[in-house]
């Protein structure tokens, strides 16, 4: 391994500096030190130090989240990407419509670099250097030894998986990089076999020691099984995929269960039975998170509109950036009583709340309609360009019930996996293999008020993704798992906003700049010139 490969490889400078500094969102499990008595042997050699180094990963696993680049993309990028969005401004635009990030000397990739390939080797690499670690120190129990470990190991195949989900040709090891290997060079990527070994030989690890009920905020044995539930959709390994998640829905002693009703599932802090992993944030702690746009990129500029002001309820302060696409409002509609575009996901409509400035006739609650998009019945549309930024269905799953609504910066709690996904890959597992599908899917689209499906197929999984998880980040890995093919279609169909938008064509049309390539994420240039000169970039790059 090459020094440089693996960026800023666990330091231990580094390391000490973010348990110096780290946010403790769990509570109970590190008691503060004086920084005095944190160095190198207290992190390594130590019970408590160890307990320290594994909060510092859930820390580090919250910086692409908290960083500012480009308008916070690290929050955003990969939910700009997908066949449900128009992704209508700003340098995540540009991405999401692959005008940028396709190359591997653009800017966007040089983003991507840090945001994603540097990001995740990092996490990689400090989990490795705490396992090896605790897995030598003397003095501890082993049960305390195991989940130091356990969590250690999750965050390592948590990010080798995202890794290679985005990138392909990735690197994994079990090596600590110390004085002797730290400038050996990476020859050439680790082939699939490999890579999965280690990812599932982590996550069996990491479910056979935690515990199914922990504090909230902590990793636990449902979201290792559930992220083993995904690892095994990937090698289509269906057998495996639904054992995994039928075990976090059903099992006696799992804690999860769906929330009651839609609106329940991003109320509050999201600590409920539904959540499986919550990067967390907090106004209130010390150390307790930056502020993001995660919510400001998906809402419109609504407040600009005469007669109204921004306010929590219609989505905060937002700028118009990712928004739902007609695809997606589509599936919405398609059952009327389905709740997710009842601003409880998604906001359709707003309405005049400015008392002071209210245009003529109108009073304050009626729904603002000043307006049109293009659509057969409007086919020149009215002011479209203004419609998109301003008036546009919004993403409010990350709309903070105590947000400042003044302000496009914002503390905001992301969840990173949940039940609803879990059932949803049980019925895909169940439909691919064995057993009665249909129980999960509705367990689903039921607490959405939605009708139940009576059958099941590829495509209807694939839209009720949609409704239910969109905006969360796992559509474009959905789409490639389930191959070339579907992800071609899904996005030359669909992506953008196509007709209903002249701007969004041409050059800046994601469907027709779509290439088949772009499957893969390119490795920047930088990166792939530290690695050996037989490694692999990613085909059609």
């Known amino acids: 391994m090459k020094n440089n490969i693996m960026y800023s490889k666990i330091k231990k400078s580094t390391l000490l500096l973010a348990v110096m500094f780290l946010v403790v969102s769990c509570d109970g499990y590190l008691d503060e030190q004086p920084t005095t008595l944190i160095d190198a042997d207290y992190i390594y050699t130590t019970e408590d130090g160890l307990k320290s180094g594994v909060v510092s990963l859930y820390k580090f696993d919250r910086d692409r989240y908290d960083r500012s680049t480009e308008d916070y993309m690290g929050a955003v990028l990969m939910q700009s990407r997908s066949d449900l969005t128009f992704s209508r401004s700003g340098y995540t635009g540009l991405m999401g419509r692959y005008e940028r990030g396709i190359s591997p000397v653009d800017y966007g990739s040089n983003l991507a670099s840090t945001l994603f390939w540097k990001h995740f080797y990092n996490m990689t690499n400090k989990a490795t250097d705490i396992i090896n670690a605790a897995e030598v120190v003397e003095g501890v129990d082993t049960a305390t030894k195991n989940q130091i470990i356990a969590e250690a190991k999750f965050f390592r195949a948590h990010s080798y998986f995202f890794l290679y989900r985005m990138y392909n040709n990735i690197f994994v090891t079990t090596k600590s990089v110390t004085v002797e290997n730290a400038f050996d060079v990476v020859e050439t990527s680790s082939t699939k076999e490999e890579i999965f070994s280690l990812i599932n030989s982590d996550l069996q690890f990491a479910v056979d020691n935690l515990q199914w009920n922990v504090s909230f905020g902590r990793i636990s044995k449902g979201t290792a ?23 976090v829905i059903e099992d006696p002693m799992s804690p999860h269960s769906l929330v009651a009703t839609t609106a329940d599932v991003f109320k509050g802090d999201k600590n409920n039975s539904e959540q499986l992993y919550v990067i967390q944030t907090d106004n209130e702690l010390l150390g307790g998170g930056d502020v993001t746009m995660m919510n400001a990129n998906f809402v419109t500029q609504y407040f600009q509109i005469p007669g109204i002001v921004e306010d929590l309820e219609q989505g905060g302060r937002g700028f118009s950036r990712v928004i739902p696409n007609n695809y997606l409002l589509d599936l919405l509609a398609e059952d009327p009583n389905d709740t997710r575009d009842d601003n409880t996901y998604f906001r359709l409509n707003y309405f005049y709340n400015d008392v002071n400035n209210l245009p003529a006739g109108k009073n304050v609650g009626d729904v603002i309609d000043i307006y049109k998009p293009i659509s057969a019945a409007n086919p020149d549309g009215d002011q479209y360009q203004r419609y998109f930024q301003r008036l546009h269905p919004s993403c409010v799953k990350f709309n903070e019930e105590d947000d400042d609504a003044t302000s496009y910066r914002n503390r905001t709690s992301a969840l990173v996996y949940r039940l609803a996904e879990t059932y949803l890959i049980a019925a895909e597992a169940i439909m691919r293999s064995s057993g009665d599908p249909l129980p999960y899917i509705n367990a689903v689209r039921t607490r959405a008020n939605a009708a139940p499906v ?69 490795i920047f240039q930088e990166d792939l010139d530290l690695l050996g000169p037989n490694y692999p970039q990613n085909l059609g790059y």
């Open 454 to 522: 009576t059958t099941i197929s590829e495509q209807i999984i694939l839209d009720e993704r949609a409704r239910e998880l969109s905006f969360e980040g796992q559509r474009w890995f959905t789409l490639k798992r389930m191959g070339q093919e579907v992800i071609n279609r899904q996005i030359r169909t669909y992506a953008g906003a196509g007709d209903f938008y002249p701007a969004n064509l041409g050059s800046k049309d994601p469907r027709t700049n779509w290439q088949d390539h772009f499957i893969n994420w390119p």
């Open 225 to 247: 099984k559930h992220v083993k539930a995904k690892v095994a959709m990937w090698q289509g390994d269906w057998a495996e995929a639904k054992k995994q998640a039928l075990d």
